[in-house]
């Protein structure tokens, strides 16, 4: 099998910031940052014997870089409203973010800026916990200068999420509505959203002009998701409600308002959907239509001027090394075979004879591994999921120091986005925890959702997945406000496809076709490897992957039909997870026979999750400075 870890892993960030109204000149932040630093700096030189006794300040020019981080912090989230209101900021919560190309390319000289202010400091006045911080903040600022050549090539909008879904998501799910202030906030959304979709209609335009259309067969899904979002009144004669207007309805009635108040509040609501959302949806749909006549048949990005390029720099932003897409696809065939050996294992348990592809196709269309396609079944099948995550609940204090606060919820992918959604997905909490982090799972075709993957699944999504290590991220109160927000895919979803992994030695899975569940996970995760760069690389057609899926995986086809227009709409990213998931647990098994009698799996995982995400080179030096601190310790 081929080694990934033999090769040099380098540290990229992965940084997805798209903004919003402009605020301050650039040297605004500059001269804030220099002035807070002044003050702290003049301020520590006063600090009394007796305090610098129990613990001496920080370096003037640490106290300078945190400013500068805290300074830039505030202005991002001023910069990027709509992504503000998910981390439970609401100054702006009657703005979107901006992603107009002036605002793009402000963006890009903030960041020059950025970098060329952090090049100035002296990072050997710095701790080792603020050094971290300083290579990750560079590193993100790096990593977007370097992707820069390529900002059109990422699709603004695609069938898998965009702004016609995600303005949605925000206002359901994340705007809440309080107090009569809220209200009026979410109207003066709705009304802002045209200004919002005439910045993706341009960045639509400006890829076109450098041909770099949407895949012929997205445009109309989109469109089709786009108008699910018109649909039902006050949009229509129809007597059940559109998902925003029940939203907003629902909001406004759980508060105490007086009755000719809360009736302005709801008039004018009405009307912004009828004379802001509707027309602003309705030029975004017109838009995407009027490129279908010049969308190309090819799915992969090879297709795009510079694609091979472009390519390269999403596998190295996801995974964070230097492997290429050719070592990828090999290590995906060596991973898939090990599947396959490990499920035949399986199979001789359960006291199945025959081909593995018979018993797959069999798993495949086993109507006893599935709920019923009903809203009762959807319902059992939320039961259980959350069954699953109360009784890992129970069992982390013992495989975890640190836990998070945040509370999580199971719900549906909702219906109008459904179609076109993923199969399962995460939406972290806020720090301070006001919204609990949330599962969703997507229960539009029940025949992709088997009762076999169920518990892998929820471990993945919930416990001890994406909620506890983004939750605890989030509450982070010793580490600057970014580093508890930056992503790194390999590592993020990496420690999700580890939670799957570790659920196993941890006893559940009990049920054999359960395993064989979490077996055939990480078969899905090992396959993407193939199948990523299989379209982007190889030049593979959406067909050629759809059928290596069918053929090496026991998932349904209409579930591998969707899962390859995901990761033709998000090049490299399917890539993260395998290869996260292999390098932790070669980390762990590392520090375990370092360590002997002395490894700790509590420590292991509070090493891993208290710093926030991280690229795989830094997550190992944090691996090996617990050994050696452990060894010194003993």
């Known amino acids: ?186 109207i003066a959304r709705l009304n802002n959203l045209p200004q919002y979709f005439d910045g993706v209609i341009e960045q639509l335009a400006l890829r076109a002009e450098k041909g770099l259309y949407l895949v012929d067969w997205m445009i109309p899904k989109i469109v089709r998701s786009a108008g699910n979002v018109l649909k039902g009144s006050p949009f229509d004669d129809s ?144 039961t259980a999921a959350r069954s699953a995550i109360e009784s890992m609940a129970q069992r982390l204090p013992d495989y975890f120091g640190v836990l998070p606060k945040s509370d999580l919820v199971v719900k549906r992918v909702e219906p109008y986005r459904e179609q076109s959604a993923g199969k399962a997905f995460y939406q972290s909490p806020p720090p301070d925890g006001s919204r609990p982090g949330i599962y969703y799972a997507n229960l539009y075709d029940m025949n992709s959702m088997p009762t076999t993957d169920l518990e892998a699944l929820a471990f993945h999504e919930g416990l001890p997945g994406h909620h506890l290590q983004r939750a605890i991220a989030a509450e982070l109160g010793d580490v600057p406000d970014f580093q508890r927000h930056t992503r790194f895919t390999a590592y993020t979803e990496g420690w999700g496809l580890y939670s799957e992994y570790l659920a196993h030695e941890m006893g559940f899975y009990q049920d054999p076709y359960s395993n064989f569940g979490r077996l055939a996970m990480e078969l899905w995760r090992a396959a993407r490897l193939v199948v990523d760069t299989g379209l982007h690389h190889k030049k593979w057609t959406r067909e050629e992957a759809v059928a290596y899926l069918v053929n090496n995986t026991p998932n349904a086809e209409y579930d591998c039909q ?39 799996i509590r420590a292991f995982h509070d090493v891993v999750l208290r710093t926030g995400a991280v690229p795989l080179d830094q997550l190992e030096a944090n691996i090996k400075r617990l050994i050696n601190t452990t060894l010194a310790n003993g």
């Open 1 to 186: 099998m081929l080694n990934l870890y033999h090769l040099t892993i380098s540290r990229l960030v992965y940084v997805s910031v798209r903004s919003s109204r402009r605020t301050a000149t650039v040297s605004r932040w500059l001269l804030g940052a220099l002035l807070v630093a002044l003050l702290v700096a003049c301020d520590s030189t006063q600090t009394s014997t007796e305090t610098a006794e129990v613990a001496a300040p920080p370096s003037a020019e640490q106290q300078k870089l945190e400013a500068f981080f805290a300074a830039t912090w505030a202005e991002d989230l001023a910069r990027f409203p709509a992504s503000a209101s998910y981390l439970g900021v609401k100054d702006q919560q009657d703005q979107w973010n901006d992603v107009s190309e002036s605002f793009q390319l402000e963006s890009l000289e903030i960041t020059r800026q950025r970098l060329a202010f952090i090049e100035g400091i002296d990072t050997a006045q710095l701790s080792s916990e603020r050094l971290l911080s300083y290579q990750l903040y560079r590193l993100d600022l790096e990593r977007t200068l370097a992707g820069a050549p390529f900002r059109h090539h990422r699709y603004v909008i695609h069938q898998h999420r965009g702004p016609h879904t995600g303005v949605v998501s925000l206002l359901v799910n994340v705007h809440t509505v309080t107090s009569e202030a809220d209200a009026q906030a979410y």
């Open 239 to 382: 007597a059940e409600p559109s998902i925003l207007w029940q939203d907003f309805s629902s909001k406004l009635d759980a508060l105490d308002l007086e009755p000719t108040v809360s009736e302005d509040l709801s008039q004018a609501a009405r009307t912004a959907l009828l004379t802001a959302v509707k027309p602003a949806y309705e030029r975004l749909i017109a838009a995407l239509q009027a490129q279908q006549s010049g969308a190309p048949s090819e799915d992969g990005v090879w297709r795009f001027p510079e694609g091979e390029a472009f390519y390269e720099n999403r596998l190295r932003v996801y995974t964070t090394t230097d492997l290429t897409a050719e070592e990828i696809h090999q290590a995906g065939l060596a991973n898939v075979a090990r599947l396959h050996m490990e499920m035949r294992a399986v199979m001789s348990a359960l006291g199945e004879e025959g081909d593995l592809s018979d018993f797959l196709d069999r798993v495949r269309n086993d109507a006893s591994l599935r709920y019923p396609n009903t809203d009762e079944g959807r319902d059992a099948y939320l």
């Open 562 to 600: 969707r899962a390859i227009e995901r990761y033709i709409a998000m090049p490299g990213q399917a890539t993260a997870y395998m290869i996260g998931k292999l390098r932790i647990v070669e980390l762990r098994e590392m520090a375990r026979e370092a360590l002997g009698a002395d490894f700790d």
